[in-house]
């Protein structure tokens, strides 16, 4: 279900994109597109008017950013009743629906997650400023470790990745778990003063088996 709806960060709704809207629906993505402006006022009595602009694609005619919009789960159950209702869109539909109502649960979870780790990553923060092998890279360079063992991905690719402005924002509930228990063994062996590359050695068999 994590292809049509996405969590966005703990301050924002789940939502779905034209895109996903386009490519499930069978409907081609400027119909979409201009049903979402031709209903701007219907769509925005439902949630905040949500879009990203991202830069066109090389080779593409034109040098204007391609504007993607963002619908929460009020907003494209309306716009779903604008579409031809087809096979394909009543599959797609139900689908929708199903995501939605998965991705409130997971979005309660990453909520609570995400407060209860804020202490805890007040202690990294506090064990790196104390830490004789570090610099002013440390936490950032630390982070980025971490979330790569848990994503496979740095915090810059991370917030690309999952369309967030946090990297802590991006990760499942279950990446959050994972996250949390290698911060702590990182923050132990910074208490120890290893250095950054006997942290990594160690991390990178550690987490092999959480």
Do not use: C
Request: no cysteine; hydrophobic share 35%; proline share 2%.
């Amino acid at each position: 279900m994590h292809d049509l709806v996405f969590i966005g960060s703990v301050n924002n709704e789940p939502y779905t994109t034209d895109k996903i809207i386009s490519d499930y629906s069978g409907n081609q993505l400027k119909v979409v597109k201009n049903l979402i402006r031709n209903h701007k006022n219907d769509l925005t009595e439902l949630g905040v008017w949500h879009f990203e602009n991202a830069k066109p694609i090389k080779g593409s005619k034109g040098g204007r950013p391609i504007k993607t919009y963002r619908l929460n789960e009020m907003q494209a159950t309306l716009l779903m009743t604008y579409l031809d209702n087809t096979d394909q869109v009543r599959e797609f539909k139900k689908r929708l629906v199903k995501a939605f109502f998965q991705m409130r649960d997971e979005k309660l979870k990453q909520v609570r997650n995400r407060v209860i780790g804020i202490p805890q990553r007040r202690t990294l923060t506090d064990a790196i400023q104390q830490w004789e092998h570090g610099n002013s890279w440390s936490y950032k360079t630390v982070t980025d470790l971490l979330l790569k063992q848990v994503t496979g991905m740095n915090a810059k690719q991370l917030k690309a990745s999952r369309h967030v402005k946090n990297a802590m924002d991006g990760l499942t509930t279950i990446e959050q778990a994972k996250y949390q228990q290698l911060e702590n063994i990182v923050t132990g062996f910074i208490g120890l003063n290893k250095t950054y590359d006997q942290i990594k050695g160690i991390l990178l068999l550690t987490s092999e088996v959480v």
